[in-house]
């Protein structure tokens, strides 16, 4: 017995930097019987890549579930308990109808309606007199380019008289040569 301890001991100093081997028996302190360690299987990248994704894909849909509906939850959330009324989404004050209010709006809406008929009355003579003034503009410009066309015509049509060409001269006779 004292060989088995003394092995388990040696053994036991190797693994405690390490993990024991896979079927190895441990021995707990203070129990007379040993058990056998269950087989472990390698650690797969998969998975543990597979965990982290629905982690983190839960958390989105968490966060946009909270922008999309947190005032209803908080609303829930401070209706389920007092102490939490805090969480509430703060609503503003509902103004009750007042009838001489409503029949003043009323009339300031008409008001508004009869001014704006008068502008609206306003702009249209404002346009007519742009389209007056426009037709004017264009029926003076049209007098003036037919003017200027018919004066360039008649000068063209109009032969200018020809300057009268001195005669040709007769040249002089060249100079005698000197033998």
Same mark, same amino acid.
Request: glycine share 4%.
């Given at each position: 017995m004292s060989y088995a /301890? $003394?092995? /388990?001991?040696?053994? $036991? +100093?190797? %693994?405690a930097d390490e993990e024991p081997p896979v079927g190895a028996t441990v021995r707990r302190r203070g129990a007379n019987a040993e058990w056998p360690l269950p087989p472990r299987e390698p650690v797969q990248v998969g998975r543990v890549l597979a965990r982290f994704l629905m982690t983190f894909c839960v958390g989105v849909a968490a966060t946009l579930a %909270?922008? $999309?509906y947190g005032d209803?939850?908080?609303e829930m959330i401070a209706r389920s308990s007092p102490r939490l009324a805090w969480l509430a989404p703060a609503? +503003?004050?509902?103004a009750q109808a007042d009838p001489a209010a409503l029949s003043s709006d009323q009339e300031e809406l008409?008001?508004? $309606?009869?001014s704006l008929a008068g502008v609206r009355q306003r702009v249209?003579?404002?346009a007519a007199q742009l389209? +007056? &003034?426009?037709?004017?503009?264009? &029926?003076d410009i049209t007098t003036k380019l037919n003017a200027a066309e018919q004066d360039i015509l008649d000068k063209i049509s109009v032969p200018q008289p020809q300057p009268t060409v001195a005669p040709a001269r007769k040249p +002089?006779?060249?100079p005698p040569l000197a033998r």
């Open positions: /301890l $003394s092995s /388990l001991q040696s053994k $036991s +100093a190797q %693994w %909270w922008q $999309s209803a939850a908080r609503t +503003a004050p509902v008409k008001a508004i $309606s009869f249209d003579q404002i389209a +007056a &003034g426009q037709e004017q503009m264009t &029926g +002089a006779p060249p």
